[in-house]
Protein backbone atom coordinates (compact mmCIF):
# COMPACT_ATOMS: atom_id res chain seq x y z
CA UNK A 1 0.00 0.00 0.00
CA UNK A 2 1.09 3.36 -0.59
CA UNK A 3 0.57 6.69 1.60
CA UNK A 4 0.81 10.03 -0.47
CA UNK A 5 1.21 13.35 1.24
CA UNK A 6 0.39 16.39 -1.07
CA UNK A 7 0.82 20.33 -1.19
CA UNK A 8 -1.75 22.51 -2.96
CA UNK A 9 -2.60 26.40 -3.78
CA UNK A 10 -5.22 28.42 -5.64
CA UNK A 11 -3.96 31.27 -7.44
CA UNK A 12 -5.44 34.76 -5.96
CA UNK A 13 -5.51 37.99 -7.39
CA UNK A 14 -1.92 39.62 -7.35
CA UNK A 15 -4.02 43.06 -5.17
CA UNK A 16 -5.15 39.52 -3.50
CA UNK A 17 -2.48 40.95 -0.38
CA UNK A 18 0.33 39.02 0.37
CA UNK A 19 -1.24 38.18 3.76
CA UNK A 20 2.16 36.86 5.06
CA UNK A 21 2.23 38.62 8.05
CA UNK A 22 -0.50 36.79 10.85
CA UNK A 23 -2.19 35.05 8.11
CA UNK A 24 -2.85 30.97 7.49
CA UNK A 25 -2.26 29.82 4.00
CA UNK A 26 -3.73 26.20 4.40
CA UNK A 27 -1.74 23.96 1.86
CA UNK A 28 -3.36 20.47 1.69
CA UNK A 29 -1.74 17.47 2.49
CA UNK A 30 -2.89 14.42 0.71
CA UNK A 31 -2.39 10.81 2.03
CA UNK A 32 -2.95 7.79 0.30
CA UNK A 33 -2.88 3.59 0.91
CA UNK A 34 -2.53 1.99 -2.21
CA UNK A 35 -1.62 -1.93 -2.10
CA UNK A 36 1.75 -3.31 -3.42
CA UNK A 37 2.67 -6.30 -1.24
CA UNK A 38 -0.69 -7.13 0.37
CA UNK A 39 1.07 -8.60 3.52
CA UNK A 40 -1.75 -8.84 5.64
CA UNK A 41 -4.16 -11.59 5.76
CA UNK A 42 -8.03 -12.07 6.13
CA UNK A 43 -11.07 -9.81 7.61
CA UNK A 44 -12.37 -6.56 6.34
CA UNK A 45 -9.88 -3.66 7.94
CA UNK A 46 -13.15 -2.33 9.91
CA UNK A 47 -13.66 -5.62 11.92
CA UNK A 48 -10.44 -5.85 13.61
CA UNK A 49 -10.17 -9.33 12.45
CA UNK A 50 -7.11 -9.31 10.02
CA UNK A 51 -3.86 -10.22 10.75
CA UNK A 52 -0.59 -9.86 9.79
CA UNK A 53 2.82 -7.22 9.21
CA UNK A 54 2.63 -4.03 7.11
CA UNK A 55 5.89 -2.10 6.59
CA UNK A 56 5.56 2.00 6.41
CA UNK A 57 7.75 4.20 4.38
CA UNK A 58 8.99 7.50 4.85
CA UNK A 59 11.35 10.76 4.29
CA UNK A 60 13.35 10.36 7.32
CA UNK A 61 15.75 9.27 9.46
CA UNK A 62 16.19 6.06 12.05
CA UNK A 63 15.39 8.83 14.92
CA UNK A 64 12.07 9.28 13.95
CA UNK A 65 10.91 5.66 13.83
CA UNK A 66 9.86 6.36 17.30
CA UNK A 67 7.61 8.67 16.24
CA UNK A 68 5.73 6.90 13.89
CA UNK A 69 5.79 3.48 15.93
CA UNK A 70 3.93 5.54 18.56
CA UNK A 71 1.27 6.77 15.96
CA UNK A 72 0.38 3.38 15.28
CA UNK A 73 -0.85 2.68 19.76
CA UNK A 74 -4.33 3.42 18.18
CA UNK A 75 -4.40 1.06 15.18
CA UNK A 76 -3.16 -1.85 17.51
CA UNK A 77 -5.80 -1.53 19.75
CA UNK A 78 -8.33 -2.17 17.09
CA UNK A 79 -6.27 -4.21 14.72
CA UNK A 80 -4.13 -6.23 17.72
CA UNK A 81 -2.81 -9.03 15.37
CA UNK A 82 -1.62 -6.34 12.65
CA UNK A 83 2.00 -5.20 13.59
CA UNK A 84 3.15 -2.11 11.52
CA UNK A 85 6.93 -1.30 11.61
CA UNK A 86 8.46 1.89 10.25
CA UNK A 87 11.18 2.27 8.21
CA UNK A 88 13.10 5.91 6.95
CA UNK A 89 14.48 6.83 3.71
CA UNK A 90 16.92 9.47 4.47
CA UNK A 91 16.63 11.21 0.87
CA UNK A 92 17.46 14.96 0.36
CA UNK A 93 13.89 16.00 -1.03
CA UNK A 94 10.45 14.34 -1.71
CA UNK A 95 11.60 14.09 -5.57
CA UNK A 96 14.40 11.97 -4.44
CA UNK A 97 12.60 10.01 -1.86
CA UNK A 98 9.88 9.16 -4.79
CA UNK A 99 12.22 8.29 -7.50
CA UNK A 100 13.88 6.10 -4.53
CA UNK A 101 10.73 4.68 -3.58
CA UNK A 102 9.83 4.00 -7.20
CA UNK A 103 13.19 2.39 -7.72
CA UNK A 104 13.02 -0.16 -4.83
CA UNK A 105 9.36 -1.34 -5.84
CA UNK A 106 9.91 -1.91 -9.45
CA UNK A 107 13.02 -3.87 -8.16
CA UNK A 108 10.61 -6.32 -5.90
CA UNK A 109 11.17 -4.55 -2.35
CA UNK A 110 8.13 -4.98 -0.80
CA UNK A 111 6.37 -1.82 1.25
CA UNK A 112 2.68 -1.37 2.58
CA UNK A 113 2.89 1.70 3.32
CA UNK A 114 4.36 5.16 1.64
CA UNK A 115 4.32 8.31 3.09
CA UNK A 116 5.11 11.26 0.02
CA UNK A 117 4.14 14.53 -0.71
CA UNK A 118 2.33 15.70 -3.60
CA UNK A 119 5.59 15.62 -5.77
CA UNK A 120 5.62 11.99 -6.00
CA UNK A 121 2.06 10.92 -6.54
CA UNK A 122 1.35 11.23 -10.22
CA UNK A 123 5.29 9.90 -10.55
CA UNK A 124 4.70 6.98 -8.32
CA UNK A 125 0.99 5.99 -9.88
CA UNK A 126 2.27 6.49 -13.33
CA UNK A 127 5.55 3.95 -12.86
CA UNK A 128 2.66 0.71 -12.30
CA UNK A 129 4.21 0.33 -8.56
CA UNK A 130 1.16 0.52 -6.48
CA UNK A 131 -2.21 -1.33 -6.85
CA UNK A 132 -5.37 0.88 -6.77
CA UNK A 133 -7.16 0.99 -3.94
CA UNK A 134 -11.06 1.54 -5.63
CA UNK A 135 -11.91 -2.71 -4.81
CA UNK A 136 -10.56 -1.95 -1.00
CA UNK A 137 -12.73 1.30 -0.93
CA UNK A 138 -15.54 -0.59 -2.11
CA UNK A 139 -15.51 -3.26 0.68
CA UNK A 140 -15.31 -0.82 3.56
CA UNK A 141 -17.54 1.93 1.94
CA UNK A 142 -19.20 2.71 5.15
CA UNK A 143 -15.62 3.59 6.94
CA UNK A 144 -14.17 5.63 4.20
CA UNK A 145 -17.25 7.51 3.67
CA UNK A 146 -16.98 8.49 7.80
CA UNK A 147 -13.28 9.30 7.24
CA UNK A 148 -13.62 11.43 3.99
CA UNK A 149 -16.78 13.51 5.54
CA UNK A 150 -14.17 15.06 7.95
CA UNK A 151 -11.89 16.20 5.89
CA UNK A 152 -12.35 19.09 3.63
CA UNK A 153 -13.76 17.56 0.52
CA UNK A 154 -10.98 19.57 -1.68
CA UNK A 155 -8.98 16.94 -0.63
CA UNK A 156 -10.35 13.85 -2.48
CA UNK A 157 -10.61 15.94 -5.82
CA UNK A 158 -7.17 16.73 -6.19
CA UNK A 159 -6.06 13.24 -5.06
CA UNK A 160 -7.46 11.75 -7.58
CA UNK A 161 -7.20 14.73 -10.01
CA UNK A 162 -3.61 15.06 -9.83
CA UNK A 163 -2.37 11.31 -8.47
CA UNK A 164 -4.20 9.07 -10.62
CA UNK A 165 -2.82 8.42 -14.14
CA UNK A 166 -6.23 6.38 -15.14
CA UNK A 167 -8.76 7.62 -12.87
CA UNK A 168 -8.73 5.24 -10.44
CA UNK A 169 -7.70 5.25 -7.33
CA UNK A 170 -4.05 5.57 -5.61
CA UNK A 171 -4.52 8.00 -2.60
CA UNK A 172 -6.38 8.71 0.50
CA UNK A 173 -5.90 12.33 1.79
CA UNK A 174 -3.85 12.27 4.89
CA UNK A 175 -3.75 15.39 6.28
CA UNK A 176 -3.05 19.37 6.13
CA UNK A 177 0.38 21.57 5.80
CA UNK A 178 -0.45 24.73 7.29
CA UNK A 179 1.80 27.20 6.18
CA UNK A 180 1.61 30.22 9.01
CA UNK A 181 3.33 33.42 9.18
CA UNK A 182 3.15 35.41 12.62
CA UNK A 183 2.72 39.27 12.77
CA UNK A 184 4.29 41.80 15.78
CA UNK A 185 1.89 44.54 16.16
CA UNK A 186 4.47 45.99 18.26
CA UNK A 187 6.65 46.55 15.46
CA UNK A 188 4.05 47.94 13.41
CA UNK A 189 2.39 50.22 15.87
CA UNK A 190 5.67 51.50 16.85
CA UNK A 191 6.90 52.62 12.72
CA UNK A 192 3.20 53.61 12.57
CA UNK A 193 2.40 51.19 9.70
CA UNK A 194 -0.76 49.72 9.46
CA UNK A 195 -1.83 46.25 9.51
CA UNK A 196 -1.87 44.13 6.03
CA UNK A 197 -5.04 44.49 4.05
CA UNK A 198 -7.03 42.86 1.95
CA UNK A 199 -5.82 45.76 -1.24
CA UNK A 200 -2.30 45.46 -0.36
CA UNK A 201 -0.28 45.45 -3.41
CA UNK A 202 3.67 44.48 -4.06
CA UNK A 203 4.33 48.55 -3.90
CA UNK A 204 2.29 48.49 -0.87
CA UNK A 205 4.25 45.77 0.64
CA UNK A 206 7.47 47.35 -0.03
CA UNK A 207 6.56 51.01 1.10
CA UNK A 208 5.47 49.22 4.68
CA UNK A 209 9.33 48.01 4.71
CA UNK A 210 11.08 50.47 4.00
CA UNK A 211 9.49 52.21 6.42
CA UNK A 212 9.69 49.33 8.99
CA UNK A 213 13.17 49.71 8.63
CA UNK A 214 13.50 52.76 8.66
CA UNK A 215 11.50 53.36 11.87
CA UNK A 216 11.52 50.43 14.10
CA UNK A 217 15.12 48.57 12.73
CA UNK A 218 13.36 45.48 11.85
CA UNK A 219 12.33 43.55 8.82
CA UNK A 220 8.79 43.22 7.30
CA UNK A 221 9.80 39.20 6.60
CA UNK A 222 12.88 37.53 6.37
CA UNK A 223 13.02 34.02 4.65
CA UNK A 224 16.09 31.68 5.21
CA UNK A 225 16.14 28.26 3.60
CA UNK A 226 14.24 26.85 5.85
CA UNK A 227 11.10 28.67 4.57
CA UNK A 228 11.82 27.42 0.64
CA UNK A 229 9.56 26.99 -1.25
CA UNK A 230 6.49 28.85 0.91
CA UNK A 231 8.05 31.99 1.73
CA UNK A 232 10.08 32.89 -1.15
CA UNK A 233 8.32 31.38 -4.03
CA UNK A 234 4.80 30.68 -4.00
CA UNK A 235 3.46 33.54 -2.24
CA UNK A 236 4.89 36.05 -5.38
CA UNK A 237 3.50 33.77 -8.01
CA UNK A 238 0.25 33.27 -6.70
CA UNK A 239 -0.71 36.71 -5.76
CA UNK A 240 0.16 37.57 -9.18
CA UNK A 241 -1.96 34.67 -10.73
CA UNK A 242 0.87 32.36 -11.44
CA UNK A 243 1.70 29.17 -10.30
CA UNK A 244 4.52 26.64 -11.12
CA UNK A 245 2.45 24.38 -13.51
CA UNK A 246 -0.51 24.61 -14.92
CA UNK A 247 -4.24 23.70 -14.00
CA UNK A 248 -3.63 20.24 -15.15
CA UNK A 249 -0.50 19.56 -13.08
CA UNK A 250 1.59 18.96 -16.33
CA UNK A 251 3.18 21.73 -18.05
CA UNK A 252 5.73 23.79 -15.87
CA UNK A 253 4.99 27.82 -15.91
CA UNK A 254 7.88 29.77 -14.61
CA UNK A 255 8.22 31.22 -17.75
CA UNK A 256 4.78 32.76 -17.56
CA UNK A 257 4.39 36.74 -17.83
CA UNK A 258 2.78 36.56 -14.25
CA UNK A 259 5.69 34.08 -13.05
CA UNK A 260 8.20 36.31 -15.16
CA UNK A 261 6.64 39.40 -13.12
CA UNK A 262 7.10 38.02 -9.58
CA UNK A 263 10.66 37.09 -10.01
CA UNK A 264 11.61 40.07 -11.11
CA UNK A 265 9.99 41.62 -8.28
CA UNK A 266 11.46 39.55 -5.94
CA UNK A 267 15.18 39.95 -7.72
CA UNK A 268 14.68 43.59 -7.25
CA UNK A 269 14.39 42.88 -3.23
CA UNK A 270 17.21 40.90 -3.02
CA UNK A 271 19.63 43.50 -5.19
CA UNK A 272 17.98 46.38 -2.91
CA UNK A 273 18.74 43.81 0.32
CA UNK A 274 18.20 45.12 4.01
CA UNK A 275 17.54 48.83 2.09
CA UNK A 276 13.98 47.64 0.95
CA UNK A 277 13.07 46.50 4.48
CA UNK A 278 13.91 42.57 3.44
CA UNK A 279 15.55 39.76 4.52
CA UNK A 280 16.30 37.35 1.86
CA UNK A 281 18.06 34.56 0.93
CA UNK A 282 17.02 32.17 -1.79
CA UNK A 283 19.09 29.29 -1.67
Known sequence: MGFIEAASGTPVSRRGMLQMMGAVA?????????????????????????????????????????????????FNKAHPNITITANGIAAKDWATFANTISTQLAGGKKYDIIDVATEGQLLMSSKDVL????????????????????????LREWTKKYGSPDGKTYFIPGGYNSMVMYCNTE???????????????WDDFKAAGLKLKEKAGAFIISTGDGAFPFGQIMPWLLTNGASTLDADWKTPTYNSPGAVEAASFVKELIDAGPNAGTDFDLP
Open 26 to 74: AIPAMGGLAACSGSSSGGSGGNGSGSGELSLAYLGDATQQKAFNDLFGA
Open 131 to 154: APLDDFIAKDKAIVDAYYAGIDPH
Open 187 to 201: VFAKAGVDLPASDWT
